[in-house]
């Protein structure tokens, strides 16, 4: 973030504001203690767990039995977008549909202290929609607090929708994203509160209208023309010189000044009934704003309407819906992306520039969120304008010394993808949560696409979006010729026909190799520096390819050297593993640990141990963080005893090598049997993970297995291998029916439950032919001959491509024909088709 000072102070504005100085009475809460300056705090920060401590975690599964397993698993729906195309809008009659008053939407009461409070609105809105718009208000808490709107089945956020004081009554304008379920929720942080929320619309993929912006321009303001809206008098703002007559709805922000009394003010469409909603409430004699989306009426016009008192109306139009022009719609799980607090407040006079360059695609064109203001010192107002234009006479955010407050900013993007935040006086800090962005659709995908569902936390599914997720299939645009599809737990990896690498997800631990700081990607991005690139691995907190020339790279976290250069420096570029003849065939990736077979048929590791290396040592230090010297290898190492391997798979905690013979030799963490030597630890390796069978130190060879030509797994405790002849053999955990054979764990609290675990390989039912085979957490991913893609195991966040709670056998993934690859990772699959 810069910061520069403003040449222009538009003090004019600001006695046309008539913005006083008065304090605010009572406890003001603030937003939610995120202290971030922005998102590279968190990047700065990441520090896996040690080695034992995520060997440890991986038992956590044996604490829930079948049952409980299965019933994590939920229906999904496809709220985050099956495609790339974003979404466009559909505006509606403000209509209400929460009033915790009434017991409309929800039952009847205050949401209390820390309460939450789920709204379906799967009855209001079409069963594609991705987000709503509200506007939510907040009625006479009773201590200062702050609410939080987001998508339901989804962790809370650490952000802010609505800021209030004792007493008062406040609305904010909210875009959110839908939860699989149709839902949102609602938090409340302190005392009791009542909350009313009202439907503008929603965002959906292939209808509605799509969205242009405009620099901010006033089209309303009683104070040069008409005089103040007298108690229960309207307004009409006619829009039609400027917006296009194809628009259908507009985006404003609404500032209402100097009410003689306490009121509300509502903005419908011209020609209509008015209807029961509010888009702005108003204490005596406050300066406050809100940003309004409404549908157009007759003349492409909207009425406003004052309740009681007298009140002087600013309307500042930041854009408009159109059916034959605009950009589509991305909604994001609400992220905050800066937080002054912890450093210096904005000066008054002077403008923050802000940079969403690490968090919005290139393609982006305009952003929304939500702009907190808080220690404020002076009365003032926020302005939120593209960087490199110029700054308009025009207001977003109003404040009192003293006050916290929100106001939902929609607003085009300018220099660098970068918004400024100018401060007319006083210190104020200030807070930006994303809800989302505008922009064109990528490119279409025409051949060799990749098809993702699934979970899709940090943007896994590379659609554009964040949160929610989806349990059809869709195609990632942008990105062609695709022949190899991977994930790790916050990244996914696909690689072209071209030697290129392309990486989307979260870049905290820099896993996109772009070389930026921080941040995510939504959409594909290519991997820096990398070039004739012959097969990709994820692991954990980083990745690996193997070029053409036989040289391996790898870039990401290297925390505890699992980059294998010789350092424990982070790499947001590839850099070639060190040691390493060129004659590398394939790598993989494991928690914190890379792996590289050599054409000589033996395998080499590097970073941390904890059983991970083979050699016949768990290591020392292995239980902090960083792994102390005795638990880690910053160069490779060669894993002793292994000769004619031909393939290789890791695991988050377990390691296969398929040797020229069929056999299969397998070491690591076996809590589960997933080593598939017929024993299992069980839970008691969540407390020594060295008791006796939880780990194999050494390579041993899974008995009775032949003729295997790919092993294959995710993050859980599930393995698969396919053999020459086109059949799955699988063994491991079963909780959730992850092993296909037809059966699904049941009282999974120790390995002794009925199906639970599964210590020696069997044959996965239902499936022939098999030519490609990929694993999720708990899930298992299986590309036939014929082109068909098959899934079977837990279907929690949508993994297997339908609205099954699990499935214990193989099921063919409808929307996906003439795949060529399929690939795994996390709760998501992926196919090229």
Not at 88 to 114: E, H, Q
Not at 606 to 622: H, I, L, M, P, R
Not at 772 to 777: H, M, N, P, T
Request: proline residues 6%; aromatic residues 6%; charged residues 10%.
């Amino acid at each position: 973030m810069l910061l520069r000072r403003s040449v222009v102070l538009l003090t004019t504005l600001a006695a046309a504001l008539a913005v006083t100085s008065t304090a605010t009475s009572g406890a003001d809460p603030g937003p939610p203690e995120v202290r971030l300056d922005s998102v590279a705090a968190a990047a700065a920060d990441f520090v896996p767990p040690s080695k034992t401590a995520a060997l440890r975690a991986t038992t956590a599964e044996w604490a829930e039995d079948g049952a409980a397993a299965r019933a994590q698993s939920r229906d999904v729906g496809v709220a985050a977008a099956a495609n790339s195309g974003g979404s466009s809008f559909t505006s509606l009659t403000p209509v209400r549909v929460l009033d915790t008053r009434n017991g409309i939407g929800v039952p009847t009461a205050p949401l209390p202290s820390r309460g939450v409070v789920t709204l379906d609105l799967g009855s209001r809105v079409p069963a594609n929609a991705t987000a709503v718009v509200l506007n939510v208000t907040g009625i006479t808490p009773t201590a200062g607090t702050y609410v939080t709107v987001w998508p339901s089945g989804q962790d809370r956020p650490d952000a802010s929708s609505l800021n209030l004081r004792a007493g008062e009554i406040r609305p904010n304008a909210v875009t959110v994203g839908l939860g699989p379920d149709g839902a949102v929720q609602f938090y409340n942080n302190a005392g009791n509160t009542h909350l009313l929320a009202d439907l503008a619309g929603y965002y959906a993929p292939n209808t509605g209208s799509r969205f242009t912006s405009i620099a901010p321009t006033r089209v309303l303001n009683t104070r040069a023309s008409g005089g103040a809206l007298p108690a229960r008098g309207t307004r009409t703002i006619n829009l039609s010189g400027h917006v296009p007559a194809t628009a259908t709805a507009v985006t404003f922000n609404l500032t209402g000044v100097g009410a003689t009394t306490g009121t509300y003010v509502t903005a419908w469409p011209t020609g209509q009934a008015r209807p029961n909603a509010s888009s702005l409430n108003l204490a005596a004699g406050a300066t406050t704003p809100n940003l309004v989306t409404v549908a157009l009426g007759t003349n492409r016009s909207v009425t406003l309407y004052n309740n009681a008192g007298n009140v002087h109306l600013i309307a500042d139009l930041a854009g408009y819906y159109a059916t034959d022009r605009g950009h589509s719609f991305y909604q994001m799980t609400p992220l905050r992306v800066i937080d002054t607090r912890p450093g210096d407040p904005l000066p008054g006079g002077w403008i923050a520039e802000v940079s969403l360059a690490n968090q919005l695609p290139a393609s982006a064109s305009a952003v929304v969120f939500n702009l907190v203001g808080t220690n404020v010192t002076a009365s003032t107002y926020l302005t939120a304008y593209p960087t490199g234009a110029t700054q308009p006479n025009a207001s977003n955010l109003n404040l009192v010394r003293g006050q916290t407050s929100a106001n939902l900013v929609t607003v085009a993007l300018g220099t660098g993808r970068g918004v400024d935040i100018y401060n007319l006086a006083g210190n104020v800090d200030f807070l930006m949560d994303l809800a989302g962005y505008f922009a064109p659709p990528p490119a279409a995908c025409t051949v060799d696409c990749v098809h993702s569902w699934g979970d899709n936390e940090y943007g896994l599914l590379g659609v554009g979006t964040t949160g929610g997720a989806s349990d059809a299939p869709g195609r990632v645009d942008g990105l062609s010729g695709v022949t190899q599809v991977t994930a790790g737990e916050i990244n996914t990896y696909a690689l072209r026909s071209n030697g290129t690498v392309w990486a989307w997800g979260l870049d905290d631990a820099a896993g996109l190799g772009t070389g930026r700081p921080w941040g995510l990607s939504t959409v594909p991005v290519q991997v820096s520096n990398l070039s004739g690139i012959t097969q990709v691995a994820a692991g954990a907190y980083a990745a690996y390819a193997v070029d053409s020339s036989g040289r391996a790279w790898a870039w990401g976290s290297n925390y505890n050297g699992a980059l294998g250069d010789g350092t424990m420096t982070e790499r947001r570029t590839p850099v070639r593993v060190a040691n390493l003849p060129a004659d590398v065939v394939q790598v993989a990736g494991a928690y914190e640990t890379g792996y590289a077979l050599r054409s000589n048929g033996t395998v080499w590791v590097w970073g941390a141990n904890g059983g991970a290396f083979g050699n016949g040592s768990y290591g020392t230090g292995c239980d902090q963080s960083p792994v102390g010297p005795g638990c880690r290898s910053l160069t490779p190492i060669q894993v002793p005893g292994l000769t004619g391997v031909v393939s290789i798979t890791a695991t988050r905690a377990a390691v296969f090598a398929v040797k020229a013979d069929g056999s299969v030799w397998a070491w690591g963490f076996n809590d589960a049997g997933q080593l598939g030597i017929g024993t299992a630890g069980g839970p008691a390796c969540s407390t020594n993970v060295q008791a006796p069978d939880c780990m194999a130190l050494s390579p041993v060879q899974i008995p009775k297995l032949t003729g295997v030509v790919e092993v294959a797994s995710g993050s859980g405790a599930a393995t698969y291998a396919r053999r020459s002849d086109g059949t799955v053999l699988s063994w491991g955990f079963n909780g959730a029916g992850q092993l296909g054979n037809g059966t699904v764990g049941t009282d999974c609290a120790t390995p002794e439950g009925p199906n639970c675990v599964q210590t020696s390989p069997g044959p996965v039912e239902n499936l022939t032919e098999v030519t490609d085979l990929a694993g999720g957490y708990n899930h298992g991913v299986a590309l036939r001959a014929d082109g068909t893609v098959w899934t079977w195991g837990s279907n929690s966040y949508g993994q297997l491509g339908n609205q099954s709670l699990f499935t214990e056998v193989p099921t063919q993934v409808e929307g996906v024909s003439g795949a060529s690859a399929v690939g795994g990772g996390g709760w998501g699959s992926y196919a090229v088709s």
